[in-house]
């Protein structure tokens, strides 16, 4: 039984504010039963509970999990057995400074591991073996198949980084600092993406939020002070960080320059980015500092992780909010066109994280990130293949929340791990 997505991180906050699990609870939350069959299809059902109080208590910080009264029902609980993409599944589990490795039925074949290090938020993985994570707001590190620490990159990064052809990494990261013109009583959190060495030496960086200013989607930049800056939770400065995140950039990759022919915007080299609170995802070029694309205008609300596929389109999750439900949409650079969605789903929403990757057999592999659930749809959109993180918390019913899970090919991985 699992309570409806649009209250688990209410519910989550009430664990640390006495006075909101009650105001919770007393919304009528529905409960929701779920089959236990292992061949399950789809997602499961739920009643809509009344939105406004939720979203007046919406610009809580990051949750860490949700409340789920099926903790025991754990691991790799779906598995239509040859429709599911081969391969091992790599991730990172909220408040943990570990990584594992899994292999389809969920058995942990490697572990990466630095306690004491602090909360791993992203993580990717190498293929020698070596892991280059996030420790939010704090360092980038790099660790080696035995989790021995390689290097530090010690600033404030955040959400994400990518791997260049060359080896580079560009990793986001921000600051903050007195911008009147935004808003007047609080700081503004600028966003940087940042070129780092292999071996963890900055090169460069370069300011989003100048290179918008410069650009014809300076409109896209909310006055701090207006009505909508203000009436938009999670862009609202009023949360504990005292910030008023302007952009939020949540995503960075490096393009190949497979979607060049079609849009010269998509040369090889350039970045795609996402900028969360302007609710669309743009293409920068690092080498003259401009952002050349952009793309959701009245499509997006909060999302994560646009990323290219194989097929020339992109993938971005598209967070929606309490009313909406998620989606995951597919994206036709060349016309603009959605030409594929997963969702709205009854029971499918995370609040504040996501993830999509479109996998070799033309499956999608979705991170229901707030809830710690991963699950693989084909075209159709029926679910063949579901994890729900294992890493709970009892005593407060909460699973903890995922970031993100890669596919990973065994074939391009050099190191021994556990067969």
Known sequence: MRIPSSLRGILVGATVVAGLFALTWGLGVVSLDEPHDENQRGRPERREARPDPVRQLSSMGYVDGTVDEDLERSGVVVHARGRTQPGLNFYSSRKQARAQLLDMQGNVVHEWSRPGMGSWQHVSLMPDGSVIGLVKDKRM???????????????????????GPDGNIW???RTKRAMPRYHTEHPTTEDFVVEVSPDGAELRRISVLAMFEA????????????LTARAVARSNPHRRSKEFDILHTNHVEVLDGS????NPAFAKGNLLLSPRNAHTIVVANPQTEEIVWAWGSSKLMFQHHPTVTRDGTILVFNNGDERTGSQVLELDPRTGDIVWTYGPTEGFFSHQRGSNLRLDNGNTLITESDAGYVFEVARSGEVVWEFRNPHVKKKKQLRMAIWRMYRVDPATLTFEYQH
Do not use: Q
């Open 141 to 163: 590190f790099k660790v080696d198949e035995d989790s021995n620490l390689v290097w530090t990159f010690e600033d404030r990064v955040h959400h994400d980084l990518d791997i």
């Open 171 to 173: 990793v986001l990261a």
């Open 215 to 226: 650009s014809p989607y300076a409109v896209l930049l909310n006055d701090g002070d207006s």
């Open 259 to 262: 979607l060049a022919d079609a």
